[in-house]
């Protein structure tokens, strides 16, 4: 999680920010959160029909289309230093340890 936080009122369409993550500079990934497979809504109904959701649990939902390593046969090393940008929001930077 990153420290970061908005408000709804911040961001009227949570399905329409632009999207990239960065590996030492070098862009691997960039997209729209309107390209996500599964909106956040969707992923809470479908938990909650097994499980019992409490007020501030996190929902995290992985990378922008293309940012996997894995998509690029590239894997992150110690050093690497990530950045997972999204629009109205912010940049994420975390250091590989």
């Known amino acids: 999680m990153g420290p970061c936080l ?4 911040e961001i009227p369409d949570p399905y329409a920010l632009a ?5 030492n500079g070098e862009e ?3 997209g729209t959160s309107a390209d996500m497979h599964w909106k956040f809504e969707d992923c809470i109904a479908h938990v909650a029909r ?3 959701l409490r ?5 995290g ?3 922008v289309g293309n940012g996997c390593g894995l998509e ?4 992150l090393r110690r050093g690497d230093l990530v950045e997972l940008e999204v629009e109205k929001i912010g940049v994420l930077r975390n250091r590989v340890v």
């Open 6 to 9: 908005v408000t709804t009122d």
């Open 19 to 23: 999207m990239a993550v960065r590996v």
């Open 28 to 30: 691997w990934g960039r």
């Open 50 to 52: 097994s499980e019992t």
């Open 55 to 59: 007020a501030g649990e996190f929902f």
């Open 61 to 63: 939902s992985g990378t």
């Open 72 to 75: 690029h046969m590239r894997f």
